[in-house]
């Protein structure tokens, strides 16, 4: 945490959270960096309130090869980086009734073909996954390499590693405004000014904001509320439940310790950047949907919260120059996949903007499927 911001830097990222901290990681080195933070505490609104896993086939094929490039970064660091993985074992379960079999064979198939390692499992499986699953719950997709991913320490590695590169960090300092001035930018952060030759657009649910502010048209990034509870249950459901997610996308669940579990109804409810909090409605309607899936009586909710998960229009991630504005960098819309494709989006963004190309599985990764130029008109 810096006293007094710099009058010059090479690349202004706006946005501490896991998207800006990853990347101001991997340009630190070679690169003037100031990653500025609106808030108290980096991380504050999206990536600290994350039920995190990594979870290859969550949030669809496009994000996919995103998350399966970053999973060995995130299992073996580094030693520079961190001295132990981020990820601890558990197995997921896409879950469905007789009448979603069609939907679970069409899952199984897409990711099958993407060299994902999901296999098609029935009833006698699920019931000897899930303790006293309801008897309509037939159909499940099995993939045995979902994992939990510490996201605080994860977080906190990429702020460290920025550091030690050189970035400053500057906390309660939002960008209020920014115009082009010549081969940069003149940008009003809090009360001071700062030249920067690139402006990181990692805002998230304040994306669009940022974009206006600067003089650049919005993409739609649109932020929605998802509510998580934890919930402690009358029946001692395993710590390492795996993680059962609803092939229609109506709830999903994972054991957190003995006898608890955190559970989401899979709500995405339009709304403005703001400091998201839970509704009652939605922990009722995600403990009605966990009660129908599974006899577990609920003895307490224990933690209930609320995130603010933003999307591009098509729901992949955005990572790039602006198509008009080449000085204007995107790295906005991961939606609830963000921490999992950190480590892919980071350096391949990186290489965009003069780093080294990433070697490895993410170098393999191409990235003009995630480029902003998608939204422009005639592309």
Known sequence: ?????????????????????????????????????????????????????????????GVQPLSAASFDALDNPDGDFSDRGFLSPRTALTLGQRSDAAAVDAFTAEFLAKGVAVSRVGRAEIAA????????????????????????????AYL?????????????????????????????????????SLIVNAAGAWADDVAVACGVAPLGIQPYRRTVVQLRLGVPVPADLPLVVHVGGEFYFKGESEGR??????????????????????????????????????????????????????????????????????????????????????ALLAAQIGGAQPEGAIGKVDPQPYSPARFAKGV
């Open 1 to 61: 945490m810096i006293d007094k911001l710099p009058s010059a830097t090479d690349v202004l990222i706006v946005g501490a959270g896991i998207a800006g901290a990853s990347l101001a990681a991997a340009i630190a080195p070679w690169r003037r960096v100031l990653l500025v933070e609106a808030e108290e505490a980096p991380g504050y609104h999206a990536t600290g309130r994350s039920a995190a896993f990594w979870h290859e086939s969550y949030g669809g094929a």
């Open 261 to 346: 579990i955190w559970l989401s109804p899979h709500d995405e409810t339009p709304t403005g950047p703001h400091d998201a909090a839970p509704e009652e409605y939605d922990v009722a309607v995600a403990i009605d949907r966990l009660q129908s899936v599974v006899d577990w009586p609920v003895a307490a909710v224990e933690r209930k919260w609320a995130g603010l998960r933003s999307f591009a229009p098509d729901r992949n991630p955005v990572f790039g120059a602006d198509a008009a504005e080449p000085a204007f960098i995107w790295c906005a819309g991961q939606g609830g996949f963000g921490i999992q494709t950190s480590p892919a989006i980071a």
């Open 160 to 196: 460290r590693a920025a550091r030690q590169g050189g970035a400053l960090l500057a906390k309660r300092a939002p960008l209020r405004s920014a115009r082009r001035m010549g081969d940069g930018w003149d940008a009003t952060v809090g009360e001071d000014h700062v030249r920067a």
């Open 129 to 156: 996954k899930i303790p006293d699953v309801r008897s309509e719950w037939t159909e499940a997709a099995f993939e045995a390499a979902c994992s939990d991913i510490d996201v605080g320490r994860l977080h906190a």
